[in-house]
């Protein structure tokens, strides 16, 4: 099989509060310690991660539980611990080692906030998605006003992160005004064999 790359470059991305040092170099740490198989999870998963348009901003949770939570319910499919780590910083400029990672998320699924779907990956729940929904409403003080402003946002800048698991009829990760959900089943079916999707290749 060809080599899969991922063909960002984040080492032109200025440093904020909040974001790790030196992106690019952990960027291409954590993506070496992919497996094939989850660099492949990975490429299908990239596009359907992104803010949570009902809960606070990433750079506004508090702790490394926090932080794991946000990727899990933002990425709308279930991670390994490496996953993760590659998501976290690949997407939110963020840094977590895997023993970390590994640890907070099972930490998440004993609270219930997430659970496993197979040998060594994890989705969030319902009740992850509510936890972190109560937190802009209670800690962050974030209004109807402000949920409204990150939705239209959403809408604007990308397509609808939509999300069913199934789990109750309100279910929709991130936009509780989705009508349904997208499944990696579909992503498959539509995926044209050995297809260069933007900064992919094989």
Not at 95 to 118: C, E, F, W
Not at 167 to 186: M, V
Request: aromatic share 6%.
């Amino acid at each position: 099989m060809p080599e899969i790359t991922h063909d960002i470059d984040l080492s032109s991305v200025p440093h904020r509060p909040g974001q790790s040092q030196d992106l690019e170099i952990k960027r291409q740490r954590a993506w070496n310690r992919l497996s094939e198989e989850e660099k492949l999870w990975i490429a299908d998963a990239w596009d359907l991660t992104g803010m949570i348009p009902s809960a606070p901003a990433f750079r506004e949770m508090q702790n490394a539980s926090d932080r794991v939570l946000y990727v899990l319910v933002g990425t709308e499919e279930s991670l390994t611990p490496d996953e993760l780590c590659y998501l976290m910083i690949a997407r939110w400029f963020r840094n977590i080692d895997p023993a970390t990672a590994r640890a907070k998320m099972a930490q998440l699924v004993s609270q219930g906030y997430a659970r496993h779907t197979g040998i060594g990956r994890t989705t969030a729940t319902e009740v992850g998605l509510v936890k972190l929904e109560e937190m802009a409403k209670h800690h962050y003080g974030h209004t109807v006003a402000d949920y409204e402003r990150r939705l239209d946002h959403r809408r604007t800048t990308s397509k609808n992160r939509v999300v069913d698991r199934g789990e109750s009829n309100r279910s929709s990760f991130g936009d509780r005004s989705a009508p349904t959900g997208r499944f990696r089943k579909e992503i498959q079916n539509n995926r044209e064999p050995n297809a260069r999707q933007d900064g992919w290749s094989r």
